[in-house]
């Protein structure tokens, strides 16, 4: 500890501490407090770990806390909130009148859900004194919710995924027994029992996002019988949770549907260690019970399908191909069929996700080609051709959604598109990318079918966009029609994104610059936030990358130094020295 020097104040946003796991305790008004100094112990005392915000209820005059909701929202600030000087107030007969200003990132609404930002925040605060003159000062006019500093955000919150099932006209349909799971990222308060919170929130459906695309097993208006009581597992790793009557009919395939959610739902809660789930009725009696094990043939989860190989295209143009685990050290090899005997040169390519099939673009860019990853696999001209004049405006590389179907976007700036391929065959079909504004320059499906990654073009600088793939349509003899819907941008802190890829259930790579920067990768949610500490190590001059949805997948990349890949926990290792268009299966 340091014996000499000055004490400097540190403003509770600017706090270097958003992982810490210290607790922060907010402290009740001081008597006597000035007017300002009840505006800045408010909102330091937002900022608490103090489930209820009863201390920060403290600051404001009975009737504003009833009135109160901090649930309806919290507003992120890049700063924190600024607060004007005393002798700047407004005052009136009444009181005084406090501004808040900053610059505003995100929000998170009712639901939990995070929406970045970009503009002006701007409120105000009126206090008067309790009592008459003399009397303490107390807030009786405040913002909605609560507003904060992004790192005191970074340090309260943190991200999990909730699951929903894909509707079968949107997303993976029924394969076997199973369906196909969609994560639905929130914010909770991390140290404010983040199980329950969670649970909660799974309970009360999709956020409205996802909600036209993803439904939930869970009957409407089922909740916990007792919300006020803590979930927590039993020392064997087994969590009870009853519920209201509105599940008391439950028959047991839903009711193992309900307990898979919650199962996969609890897995992003890393420290919960739940293996088993019970569901109980209204009066205590057992609706059903789901391990761990069982809920993967339940539901297809991201985890389930581990990725064999890795594929890219080699110095002959072929598409080739190297185990997936991390640490092999084995040659990549051309795939199977005529894709990977070199007669067609590519330029990049996509492999399906059952790894049976694989999309390739000619290296002159205009044709698109689809053939099977088997020793007879033929090799057939797809129904499109880019007639752009230069080759960096035709045919993007390729991607292949959880349904079997297949996208890909022509880039020509006279006539831009995004197309899809139903099975990958057919003729194309347009989609109606018209809420977007630019040309698309890359693709890439998640495996829920349910979203799609694109890097848009506009006025030379790209971004990031994650758009909701609706379908309608598309019975005997009916056209389908495909239309992406309500994009919003993923990566709004960086001014140019070079490369993208799904990282996992709602978490993508990207490699892009910030303002003045220089290019850095790190991972981020499809949502727009960034979290905390993922920065990836530095390589020079990406040009692509790829990422499994499987988080403990190596990354892959296309770099100044060839096909190199990040084993986790190590650093970049090169493959090949010659080498481009790396993927994943999808």
Same mark, same amino acid.
């Given at each position: 500890?340091?014996?000499?020097?000055?004490?400097?104040?540190?403003?509770?946003?600017?706090?270097?501490?958003?992982?810490?796991?210290?607790?922060?305790?907010?402290?009740?008004?001081?008597?006597?407090?000035?007017?300002?100094? +009840?505006?800045?112990?408010?909102?330091?005392?937002?900022?608490?770990?103090?489930?209820?915000?009863?201390?920060?209820?403290?600051?404001?005059?009975?009737?504003?806390? *009833?009135?109160?909701?901090?649930? *309806?929202?919290?507003?992120?600030?890049?700063?924190?909130?600024?607060?004007?000087?005393?002798?700047?107030?407004?005052?009136?007969?009444?009181?005084?009148?406090?501004?808040?200003?900053?610059?505003?990132?995100?929000?998170?609404?009712?639901?939990?859900?995070?929406?970045?930002?970009?503009?002006?925040?701007?409120?105000?605060?009126?206090? &008067?004194?309790?009592?008459? @003159?003399?009397?303490?000062?107390?807030?009786?006019?405040?913002?909605?919710?609560?507003?904060?500093?992004?790192?005191?955000?970074?340090?309260?919150?943190?991200?999990?995924?909730?699951?929903?099932?894909?509707?079968?006209? #949107?997303?993976?349909?029924?394969?076997?027994?199973?369906?196909?799971?969609?994560?639905?990222?929130?914010?909770?308060?991390?140290? +404010?029992? @983040?199980?329950?919170?969670?649970?909660?929130?799974?309970?009360?459906?999709?956020?409205?996002?996802?909600?036209?695309?993803?439904?939930? &097993?869970?009957?409407?208006?089922?909740?916990?019988?007792?919300?006020?009581?803590?979930?927590?597992?039993?020392?064997?790793?087994?969590?009870?949770?009853?519920?209201?009557?509105?599940?008391?009919?439950?028959?047991?395939?839903?009711? &193992?549907?309900?307990?898979?959610?919650?199962?996969?739902?609890?897995?992003?809660?890393?420290?919960?260690?739940?293996?088993?789930?019970?569901?109980?009725?209204?009066?205590?009696?057992?609706?059903?019970?789901?391990?761990?094990?069982?809920?993967?043939?339940?539901?297809?989860?991201?985890?389930?399908?581990?990725?064999?190989?890795?594929?890219?295209?080699?110095?002959?143009?072929?598409?080739? *191909?190297?185990?997936?685990?991390?640490?092999?050290?084995?040659?990549?090899?051309?795939?199977?069929?005529?894709?990977?005997?070199?007669?067609?040169?590519?330029?990049?390519?996509?492999?399906?996700?059952?790894?049976?099939?694989?999309?390739?673009?000619?290296?002159?860019?205009?044709?698109?080609?689809?053939?099977?990853?088997?020793?007879?696999?033929?090799?057939?001209?797809?129904?499109?051709?880019?007639?752009?004049?230069?080759?960096?405006?035709?045919?993007?590389?390729?991607?292949?959604?959880?349904?079997?179907?297949?996208?890909?976007?022509?880039?020509?700036?006279?006539?831009?598109?995004?197309?899809?391929?139903?099975?990958?065959?057919?003729?194309?079909?347009?989609?109606?990318?018209?809420?977007?504004?630019?040309?698309?320059?890359?693709?890439?499906?998640?495996?829920?079918?349910?979203?799609?990654?694109?890097?848009?073009?506009?006025?030379?600088?790209?971004?990031?966009?994650?758009?909701?793939?609706?379908?309608?349509?598309?019975?005997?003899?009916?056209?389908?029609?495909? #239309?992406?819907?309500?994009?919003?941008?993923?990566?709004?802190?960086?001014?140019?994104?070079?490369?993208?890829?799904?990282?996992?259930?709602?978490?993508?790579?990207?490699?892009?610059?910030?303002?003045?920067?220089?290019?850095?990768?790190?991972?981020?949610?499809?949502?727009?936030?960034?979290?905390?500490?993922?920065?990836?190590?530095?390589?020079?001059?990406?040009?692509?990358?790829?990422?499994?949805?499987?988080?403990?997948?190596?990354?892959?990349?296309?770099?100044?130094?060839?096909?190199?890949?990040?084993?986790?926990?190590?650093?970049?290792?090169?493959?090949?020295?010659?080498?481009?268009?790396?993927?994943? @299966?999808?």
């Amino acid at each position: 500890m340091p014996d000499s020097g000055n004490l400097k104040s540190v403003d509770a946003s600017q706090r270097p501490d958003s992982q810490s796991q210290v607790r922060v305790y907010a402290m009740p008004p001081r008597e006597g407090a000035r007017a300002v100094e +009840i505006v800045q112990g408010f909102l330091e005392a937002l900022t608490s770990d103090d489930p209820k915000f009863a201390m920060a209820r403290k600051y404001l005059t009975e009737e504003a806390s *009833r009135n109160w909701r901090p649930e *309806r929202s919290t507003t992120v600030l890049a700063d924190g909130p600024n607060t004007g000087a005393a002798g700047n107030a407004d005052n009136d007969s009444d009181g005084r009148t406090f501004s808040l200003t900053g610059r505003e990132v995100a929000t998170v609404d009712e639901q939990h859900a995070y929406r970045p930002q970009k503009r002006q925040y701007e409120q105000t605060v009126h206090l &008067s004194q309790q009592g008459g @003159p003399g009397g303490p000062w107390r807030i009786d006019r405040l913002p909605p919710g609560v507003v904060l500093g992004e790192s005191d955000f970074q340090r309260i919150y943190r991200s999990v995924n909730k699951y929903y099932y894909a509707t079968p006209a #949107s997303g993976m349909g029924v394969s076997g027994q199973q369906r196909g799971l969609v994560a639905d990222p929130i914010y909770i308060r991390q140290r +404010i029992d @983040p199980m329950t919170e969670t649970v909660k929130s799974l309970l009360e459906g999709p956020t409205n996002w996802l909600d036209q695309v993803a439904d939930s &097993s869970f009957r409407s208006g089922t909740r916990l019988k007792d919300p006020e009581k803590p979930l927590t597992p039993d020392d064997q790793n087994k969590l009870t949770v009853q519920l209201n009557s509105r599940a008391d009919r439950t028959g047991q395939r839903r009711c &193992s549907e309900m307990a898979a959610q919650l199962l996969f739902t609890l897995q992003d809660l890393t420290s919960s260690g739940v293996e088993e789930v019970q569901l109980q009725r209204s009066n205590g009696s057992m609706l059903c019970v789901l391990s761990e094990e069982r809920a993967e043939s339940i539901a297809a989860h991201r985890t389930a399908d581990r990725p064999d190989f890795q594929y890219f295209i080699d110095d002959k143009k072929r598409l080739v *191909r190297m185990p997936a685990a991390a640490g092999s050290s084995a040659e990549p090899e051309p795939v199977l069929g005529v894709i990977g005997s070199g007669e067609q040169p590519l330029r990049s390519a996509a492999v399906s996700r059952d790894e049976k099939r694989a999309a390739g673009v000619s290296y002159d860019g205009r044709s698109l080609y689809v053939g099977s990853l088997d020793a007879n696999g033929e090799l057939h001209k797809a129904d499109v051709r880019s007639k752009a004049k230069l080759e960096e405006h035709r045919l993007s590389t390729p991607s292949w959604d959880g349904r079997g179907d297949l996208w890909v976007a022509d880039r020509d700036p006279k006539r831009p598109r995004l197309l899809w391929f139903d099975q990958g065959a057919g003729e194309p079909h347009q989609v109606d990318v018209s809420g977007l504004d630019g040309t698309i320059e890359a693709v890439r499906v998640s495996a829920d079918g349910v979203r799609i990654a694109l890097l848009v073009k506009k006025d030379g600088k790209t971004s990031l966009w994650i758009g909701r793939v609706e379908r309608a349509g598309g019975g005997e003899g009916e056209k389908p029609e495909i #239309s992406v819907l309500e994009p919003t941008q993923a990566a709004p802190q960086m001014e140019e994104v070079t490369a993208m890829s799904w990282a996992g259930g709602s978490r993508l790579v990207v490699v892009g610059r910030e303002s003045g920067g220089v290019q850095q990768m790190r991972y981020v949610q499809c949502d727009g936030s960034v979290l905390a500490g993922t920065a990836l190590p530095g390589l020079t001059g990406v040009k692509e990358i790829a990422a499994s949805e499987d988080e403990r997948q190596p990354l892959v990349a296309h770099s100044d130094d060839g096909i190199v890949r990040l084993p986790t926990g190590a650093q970049w290792q090169t493959v090949v020295k010659e080498g481009a268009a790396p993927v994943y @299966p999808g």
